[in-house]
């Protein structure tokens, strides 16, 4: 067994792997905490990850250091820290200086392609920020966009002006039935932010109509949209991790 693991700025998530084949993905929010007796919790029941503890992380190095320690205690065995990289067999990253790609948004980029057999794909990841990178099919990872997240929008507005303060709380979903306008200020907020999300992806994707792009949305926030876009947008929460499964048998 494996153990993969990937932290975000947020979460903190797991699935175990045998035989290629990756368990349902958990996760733990971490947020500036001790994450340990949490993750003992979870974990000690675990069989030996005998093949091997993987990580990749874009958070604190406090949370690699915490589990590097907990693996050598209960498993004596040294994780492997997977970094973002210039290639990956035929996929290739548009970052003049690699290393500095998101780890998780090289892993999601190398899970899309080894699912989607090497098409042509967008790939949203609606974490504590959103990320959108674009992938295609000759193996050219394209760029990619950074904003906040859906929650992160939701806070600084509510934080920097007088009269939206009292409308932070959890979002409902968006849903086909959404209105495009609201008569709300709780509402006007949620929709505003979740098209303007919406808009980004038109906005891209359009600009590759020759070569049409696979949508595929991951991360914690993507429920929130997932019902208000195409039927042909994959819905994948897992697809870091099965980047990070990919690069892991490369080790
Ligand atoms: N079930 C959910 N519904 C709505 N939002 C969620 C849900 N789970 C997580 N989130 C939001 O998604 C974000 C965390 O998603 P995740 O992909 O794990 O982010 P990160 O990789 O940055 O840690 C947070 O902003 C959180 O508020
Ligand atoms: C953009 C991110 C902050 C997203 O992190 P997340 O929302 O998944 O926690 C992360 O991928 C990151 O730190 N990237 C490094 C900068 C870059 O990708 O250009
Ligand atoms: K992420």
Known sequence: ?????????????????????????????????????????????????????????????????????????????????????????????AYPQPERLGVDRWLALIGAWFVLEGRSCCVVDCGTAITLDVLTSDGQHQGGLILPGIGKMHQILAQDTHALGQYHRDPPPLSPDSPLLANHSQHAIQLGIYYAVIGL????????????????????????????LPTHCHYWPDLVLQGLLKASELQ
């Not at 949490?38 to 091997?52: D, K, M, R, T």
């Not at 992806?201 to 949508?215: F, G, M, R």
Request: glycine residues 6%; contains cysteine.
């Open 1 to 93: 067994m494996k153990l993969l693991i990937d932290i975000g700025n947020t979460c903190l998530k797991w699935a175990s792997a045998q035989q290629g084949q990756l368990s349902p993905q958990q996760r733990i929010t971490h947020h500036g905490r001790d994450v340990m007796p949490s993750l003992a919790e979870h974990w000690h029941a675990l069989p030996i990850p005998e093949q091997g503890v993987f990580i990749s992380s874009v958070a604190h190095p406090l949370y690699v250091q915490q589990i590097r320690d907990f693996c050598q205690q209960q498993w004596q065995c040294e994780p492997v820290l997977i970094r973002s990289t210039a290639q990956f067999g035929q996929i290739r990253s």
């Open 201 to 228: 992806i038109e906005h891209v994707t359009a600009a590759y109509s020759a070569d049409p792009l696979q949508l595929i949305l991951t991360g914690g926030a993507a429920t929130l949209l997932r019902s208000a």
